[in-house]
């Protein structure tokens, strides 16, 4: 029979595993003591502790190298202490409940076996399963007085060992990197070191999710101290490791052949988003701004707190393509990256905010639903808004057409979304009125009360579109953005304006730019003459009294333009809110901004650049000036994303007309795409009329300049009552 010391080992430790398993209370032979344990040579030796605790002797195993090389004896080893330690934590609860009671102790054990334990994490055999094993003895350990610091303080060091050894991994990733070129590979050992189980950046994430784990597992928000764990990942000293790691990251964004390869470094970018995982972003976000724009080198000063959002804003391409190849990213530590969900690109938030809805779903029972074509509103509506909202939210929909032969495989619920999305805005209903700039954009009528039922109406079209949301089906509506930006709870601004009315909008603009002394008689209120009731309406507490003045301007365009956008539809859209976040919650909806509610909503459109092209008009440009030309250059490198977030920026709605961009409308019926110079600074951003489809383009003087400031305007472009 085969003998060898580690046939032996592994033999023993199996006998102690079956023990255990076939007698629950096996486990507690091992956390008491006992004599006599071993046999002593010399008899007039005392025992000490560790000869008297089984588990010390356990513990002990961990010194030989014949065991803590071998995976196969690490699972089981750690398989066993797991058992005989999980009972620590029961023990003290008791303990503390019924200090009279003399029942079992919990024993305990010197810094060098505490130290044994954490150690396993930084062993080449520590598998994810002996990893997930070693956390949890670690939490159980916890319950062991004063073990708590004794772990923290050496999981601190080893991240600084770990980090320092990673370094200069990732130092030599990026030579290879820099000196690729088209076609070659990156050097084989290297890749090799850094994709192994027991690579230096697998370790250290290990160390970085131990420490998390120490300090939050089974608490709940709150209940754990996220000042002491932040401190102590400062105290890691981790900032050159993060400096390396970007440096890396830019070579890589700069290698387009070979980028993909960045997945190499999934492991330390995990580490870090372990690291930011409970900064309060928002809290931070101001700090975190004064380092948006800077250099590589000031990451390394950078507090943990403040790292997340300068990170994560300098290197979105890179980890958009990463989770563009593997979108399951997402629903691990790469989550994360929705407390900046402005770097991550539209169809990755998509997969993110789908995965998310799909999570909550068990069970999707049939609800059958019969309309008549020419009455599918209101059908459907008597059909769903007495159902409760987790029957509308769980369900899957079965149309029938009355009258008509068909079985719903999904087609026919896609055409009743369209159906029913176009019948909302039947004017009988009185719910949504055009606006000014785009008859087929629409905005909640303020007199819609004339209808008695129009407040269940608007709960129930925020309840539709919701549930169309969930069912992945693309609605034929679009809503001027003052009620994309109500859905996330953001506030107006005076460009909103623009497309409701934009004459108002003119004139408001009119009163910033010039001094208004003594030329309007305006008071902070408006009057509305509705069916024939007259009504002062005061804009702040007795406005009625107080005059519009130069002092107070701003104050005044701020605040009717609240009145105009928001004020004056609360009601409705108060109930349009509570049918829409009945179905989707509202801190997942916000993940989006205003333009990619409309994506989701309507689609993404499928446009056509040659027929955009052709049917734009250019002022003080022609079509063969060098800016035009790179225009059309940027538009066609452009993704679908970015193109309809383009069109939504210049025309105010992402919809392509029926016959194509010829048939573009705006405030004065047809109105093409134009693109007119402007001759202020090529330093500004490009700006936009949505009411007549107007781009105000300056002349940049090179390609690379058009592109990115036409994506940083679509993407970034900032709003507010000033002007630019």
């Not at 092209?613 to 003080?620: L, Q």
């Not at 007119?676 to 949505?690: A, F």
Request: hydrophobic share 35%; aromatic share 10%; charged share 25%.
């Amino acid at each position: 029979p085969d003998t060898t010391p580690l046939v032996v080992a592994n033999q023993a430790i199996e006998i102690l595993q079956y023990l255990i398993d076939s007698d629950a209370k096996v486990k507690f032979f091992f956390i008491t003591e006992h004599e006599s344990l071993l046999v002593s040579k010399n008899k007039k030796d005392e025992q000490n502790k560790t000869d008297k605790l089984p588990l010390k002797h356990l513990f002990s195993l961990l010194d030989r190298k014949l065991i803590t090389d071998e995976t196969v004896l690490m699972d089981l080893l750690t398989n066993i202490l797991q058992t005989c330690t999980k009972p620590f934590r029961a023990i003290v609860k008791n303990k503390i409940g019924s200090p009279s009671k003399k029942k079992f102790q919990v024993p305990s054990f010197d810094v060098d076996e505490l130290r044994r334990i954490v150690s396993i994490i930084r062993l080449d055999s520590c598998s994810t399963k002996v990893f997930q094993q070693t956390l949890n003895i670690l939490y159980y350990l916890c319950a062991v007085e004063g073990s708590f610091k004794i772990f923290t303080e050496q999981l601190t060091n080893m991240a600084r060992i770990t980090s320092s050894a990673l370094i200069s991994d990732i130092e030599a990733l990026t030579k290879e990197v820099e000196k690729a070129n088209f076609g070659s590979e990156l050097e084989v050992d290297l890749v090799q070191k850094l994709t192994l189980p027991s690579s230096e950046q697998a370790k250290l994430l290990k160390v970085l999710t131990t420490v998390d784990y120490l300090h939050t597992h089974k608490k709940k928000e709150g209940e754990y101290n996220t000042t002491e764990l932040i401190g102590l990942y400062n105290k890691m000293n981790l900032g050159k490791l993060w400096v390396t790691l970007s440096r890396c990251m830019f070579a890589f964004e700069q290698k387009k052949n070979i980028s993909t390869s960045a997945t190499l470094l999934l492991p330390v970018i995990e580490s870090l988003m372990v690291v930011c995982k409970h900064c309060n972003i928002f809290t931070n976000e101001s700090k975190s701004a004064t380092f948006r724009e800077s250099k590589i080198e000031d990451l390394e000063s950078v507090a943990v707190e403040n790292l997340f959002v300068p990170f994560t804003d300098q290197h979105k391409k890179l980890l958009n393509q990463m989770i563009r190849s593997n979108p399951k990213l997402m629903s691990g530590p790469f989550s994360l990256l929705v407390k900046n969900s402005k770097v991550l690109d539209f169809d990755n938030k998509r997969y993110y905010f789908i995965a998310k809805l799909r999570s909550e779903n068990h069970e999707r029972p049939k609800l059958p639903i019969t309309v008549r074509r020419d009455q599918v509103f209101l059908d459907s509506y008597r059909a769903l808004f007495f159902k409760t909202n987790d029957e509308i939210k769980n369900s899957k929909l079965e149309i029938t057409f009355k009258g008509e032969s068909g079985v719903d495989a999904g087609g026919l619920t896609r055409e009743w979304y369209q159906v029913l999305s176009r019948q909302m805005f039947n004017p009988g209903y009185a719910l949504f009125l055009p606006v000014a700039s785009d008859k087929t954009t629409f905005h909640p009528n303020r007199t819609s009360g004339i209808n008695p039922e129009h407040l269940s109406f608007f709960k129930f079209t925020g309840m539709i579109i919701a549930k169309a949301i969930r069912d992945q089906c693309f609605l034929d509506c679009h809503f001027s953005r003052e009620v994309y930006k109500s859905i996330l709870d953001r506030p107006v601004s005076l460009k909103d304006m623009e497309s409701l009315d934009p004459d108002y909008y003119k004139s408001l603009v009119w009163i910033l730019e010039n001094d208004i002394t003594d030329i309007i008689e305006e008071t902070f209120s408006v009057e509305t003459d509705d069916y024939g009731e007259h009504k002062v309406i005061n804009l702040i507490q007795d406005g009625s009294n107080i005059a519009v003045t130069e002092a107070n301007k701003q104050e005044y365009v701020k605040s009717i333009v609240e009145y105009k956008l928001n004020t004056s539809v609360k009601e409705q859209m108060d109930n349009f809110l509570v049918g829409f976040y009945a179905l989707i919650p509202k801190e997942l909806i916000t993940i989006f901004d205003e333009q990619e509610v409309e994506l989701l909503i309507s689609g993404l459109p499928d446009i056509d650049v040659d027929d955009w092209k052709n049917n734009t008009t250019y002022v003080n440009y022609t079509g063969a000036c060098k800016q035009v030309n790179y225009f059309w250059r940027a538009v066609r490198s452009f993704d679908v994303e970015e193109r309809a977030k383009l069109l939504q920026f210049v025309t105010g709605t992402s919809k392509v007309p029926l016959n194509g961009f010829k048939e573009l409308s705006g405030v004065n019926g047809t109105c093409k795409f134009s693109i007119h110079r402007d001759y202020g600074s090529v330093e500004r951003l490009p700006s936009s009329h949505t009411c007549f489809n107007q781009l105000n383009l300056p002349a940049y003087n090179s390609y690379e300049a058009l592109r990115g400031a036409l994506l940083h305007a679509i993407n970034e472009g900032s709003e507010g009552f000033g002007l630019a």
